[in-house]
């Protein structure tokens, strides 16, 4: 997901090529249990131990570099110079995790087409 992203220029095209790979991924047929990453949140959020540990780093991990996209566009002249990067992240990961869920749970067809509709 992340290395169709970072391959071309920086700035907003690298945000919408993350944020497309990220859809693309989700909704790989390959993946019939769903997002790996999402299942064990669920098993692993009020656990303790390595495994949490590792998911906790590996998704915080996902928000930096989310977080240094969208620096990369401030500094670009794309975004906005008072954007909060971190709030950037946290509202696209949101975004994904609802995208996540109705596709898998509600199996709502226009999850399809509503999170590219707000690029």
Known sequence: MIQPAVRGPRGVARVRRLFDSWLT???DPSLPGGCLFIAAATELDDRE???R???VGSQRELLDFVA???RQAIEQGEFR???DCEDF???LYALMLGFNHSRRLLR???CLRAPRSVR
Do not use: I, V
Request: net charge negative; no cysteine; charged share 35%.
């Open 68 to 70: 240094g996209t969208a």
């Open 49 to 51: 131990g390595r495994a």
């Open 108 to 110: 709502d067809p226009r």
């Open 25 to 27: 991924w989700s909704a």
């Open 89 to 91: 992240a946290f509202d």
């Open 53 to 55: 540990d590792f998911l």
């Open 81 to 83: 110079k008072d954007l």
